[in-house]
């Protein structure tokens, strides 16, 4: 089988894993926070494959008609760095790390 083929088809047991091993803990802080309304909105950005990796977490945050935008982490810097306030949740996702 093509490698590449190999890879996408690999996809779901990869997030299959990762979400078993995953703990919630570390967020409990950042989630109280969002209760006391300590963030006047959610952006959430990334680059790439990072970038579109969020936009499910984009689609089902609005769906719980949180304020949440998606932007491209370059246009970000570039273009709207106004977007990021003292009360904003940035939520960066880098596939890469840097």
Do not use: C
Not at 17 to 43: C, M, T
Not at 47 to 68: D, I, R
Not at 75 to 92: C, D, Q, V
Request: glycine share 8%; net charge positive.
């Amino acid at each position: 089988m093509n490698p590449y083929i190999r890879d996408i088809l690999s996809q779901p047991d990869a997030l299959r894993e990762a979400i078993n091993h995953f703990s919630p803990v570390p967020l409990s802080p950042l989630i109280q926070r969002g209760r006391q309304n300590e963030f006047d909105r959610i952006l959430i950005t990334g680059m790439g494959a990072s970038y579109n990796a969020a936009y499910p977490a984009f689609l089902g945050l609005t769906s719980q008609s949180l304020p949440v935008m998606l932007a491209n982490a370059a246009e970000l810097l570039h273009y709207s760095p106004g977007l990021i306030g003292n009360r904003t949740l940035l939520w960066m996702n880098s596939q890469s790390g840097r």
